[in-house]
């Protein structure tokens, strides 16, 4: 970034130079926070004697909250600002970390889940904004990429502390609790990037419309959509469960990377094709999140971790290059007062996907065992695939050549 601002002339300071990796880093801290628990799933299973389907609901209110809080705070800070906002997230973020430090049971998880979804929620939407601010060109790639990154961090970080530290329980909420004290104590030395504005209750009222241009696309490329979230899903609740009972690895360290290679691939896939158009992006994300899936069954029935590890960042690059090529795909479609209502709308179908399925999946686990419910809900997200890709074939619109 240039020392001086482009349009006044005038030098840029220190806080706004920093603003962006500030920012970058927030976000990356608020999905680190919402991975952390992934890898310890097991130990509270143990700990607390619940079944895989409690486990899933623990994780799917977190999908929902943080659904409600785009949805209703979402445009917050358009009005209040984005510092006051990203505040309230931060502590709001604080306390779900100290109900998961003192939880007793199932019950104290799921509370500590729904705060921590609404959190995140709101945070994401006003970090997002302010990056935006910034830079509207690096900001949009680092929304991309900051997220995917803090999972990878996240459930790598956690792995860490549960294989060579004592009481990870407790060790990774302190860990948490000081970055985020330390990320509220930074945010008053960075430049607010917006102006107040009125409108403050109407900005509560939920925009939820997919324009007429975009409901074709929309459609065809649904079925993709949900495989990816679904995919998302599954890794994000049950995966380390389902590594120790395939594989018979017990290091925790094993599960939060499988969990980790999952987001950072599709981090690597965002920024490596991010240039690209919509077309290149999906020819190359279906075919790879396919083999990818195919790979990962093959190395959990062959109980080859190396296997697992390899068909996941496969599967990642995927993940991430369909979740670019959907949005790609779509948002250009809608006039600029209409992506606002299209956005809620692909959010609750994203968000419903990542964690309905997971759900069903916890069912399945507990009826059948973990490798039978992998093997049931791979094949359902190859169908998805399938079902999307003739869905696209199909399309009048040729919704894929839009750059």
């Known amino acids: 970034m240039s020392e001086f601002d482009s349009t006044a002339g005038t030098p840029i300071s220190s806080a706004r130079r920093l603003a962006p990796s500030y920012y970058a880093a927030t976000s990356a801290l608020f999905l680190a926070a919402s991975s952390a628990p992934t890898p310890l799933y097991p130990l509270y299973q143990r700990a607390f004697d619940f079944s895989p389907v ?21 445009s917050l800070s358009d009005h209040l600002g984005r510092r006051p ?3 309230a997230s931060i502590l709001l973020n604080m306390v779900a970390t100290a109900l998961f430090l003192m939880a007793k049971g199932p019950d104290w998880l799921i509370a500590a889940r729904i705060v921590q979804g609404f959190a995140t929620g709101t945070a994401v939407s006003s970090v997002g904004a302010a990056l935006v601010d910034l830079d509207p060109i ?41 970055l985020l004290a330390l990320q509220a104590v930074l945010l008053w030395l960075m430049p607010e990037t917006t102006v107040r504005r009125a409108g403050l209750l109407a900005s509560l009222k939920p925009q939820v419309a997919v324009p007429q241009q975009v409901r074709r696309t929309l459609l065809a490329l ?11 899903g599954f890794y994000l609740s049950l995966v380390p469960s ?22 950072i691939s599709g981090a690597a896939a965002v920024f490596l094709l991010r240039k ?22 093959a190395g959990m029935h062959a109980a080859e971790v190396s296997i697992l590890a ?11 290059a369909a979740f670019l090529g959907t949005v790609r795909s779509i948002m250009p479609l809608a006039k600029p007062d209409e992506r606002a209502g299209l956005l809620s709308a692909f959010y609750i179908q994203s968000y419903l996907a990542f964690s309905v399925p997971a759900i069903l999946a916890g069912f ?40």
Not at 55 to 74: K, R
Not at 372 to 395: N, P, T
Request: avoid cysteine.
């Open 85 to 87: 906002v990203i505040f």
């Open 364 to 403: 399945l686990s507990k009826a059948l065992g973990y490798a039978e419910a992998a093997d049931i809900y791979a094949a359902a997200i190859l169908l998805l695939v399938g079902w999307g890709v003739l869905a696209l074939r199909a399309s009048r619109e040729k919704p894929l050549s839009v750059a």
């Open 222 to 232: 649904t079925p993709i959509n949900v495989a990816v979230w679904a995919l998302a």
């Open 138 to 178: 690096r900001g949009s790639i680092t929304n991309s990429l900051a997220p995917l990154a803090g999972m990878a961090i996240g459930a790598l970080g956690t792995s860490l502390l549960i294989q060579f530290a004592p009481a990870p329980t407790v060790l990774v909420y302190i860990v948490t609790l000081v």
């Open 242 to 263: 389902v590594v120790r009972a395939t594989t018979g690895s017990v290091a925790p360290l094993v599960g939060g990377s499988v969990v980790a290679a999952l987001t």
């Open 310 to 320: 390899l068909g996941t960042l496969i599967a990642g690059a995927g993940f991430g």
């Open 54 to 74: 409690l486990l899933t609901i623990i994780f799917a209110v977190y999908a929902f909250s943080l659904l409600a809080a785009l949805l209703i705070v979402g």
């Open 276 to 297: 690209k158009s919509a077309t290149t992006i999906m020819r190359f994300g279906i075919p790879s999140m396919t083999l990818g899936i195919l790979t990962v069954i």
